[in-house]
């Protein structure tokens, strides 16, 4: 059974930066196309990165150019770096294949707040 962990949330200022990691036992990140999720209170979980097989990384609109997705082969992690915060980036943050297959994990709380 697939258990996916994220990991590195927290309270950051706006422009402020963070990263994110997600681990799992049963599955090869670096065969999947990955993503990270996330979801704001009282709206439905979004997309926001995802990486291929390949490599070739893809981003939601409202964080092109201000979150990188990569993936550590050897430690089998996926990670999103966050820079310049904003507001609403506030959201609980989840990873999972894209298209999600997996039951979800407990996600990491970033909360971008002054």
């Known amino acids: 059974q697939v258990q996916l962990v994220e990991s590195g949330g927290g309270l950051v200022q706006p422009g402020g930066s963070l990263r994110l990691s997600c681990a799992a036992s049963?599955?090869?990140?670096?065969?999947?196309?990955m993503g990270w999720y996330r979801q704001a209170p009282g709206k439905n979980r979004e997309l926001v990165a995802r990486i291929t097989s390949g490599g070739r990384t893809n981003y939601a609109d409202s964080v092109k150019g201000r979150f990188t997705i990569s993936r550590d082969t050897a430690k089998n992690t996926v990670s999103l770096q966050m820079n310049s915060l904003k507001p609403e980036d506030t959201a609980v943050y989840y990873c999972?294949?894209?298209?999600?297959?997996?039951?979800w994990g407990q996600g990491t709380q970033v909360t971008v707040s002054s």
């Open positions: 999972n294949k894209d298209p999600p297959y997996f039951a």
């Open positions: 049963g599955i090869i990140f670096s065969i999947n196309h």
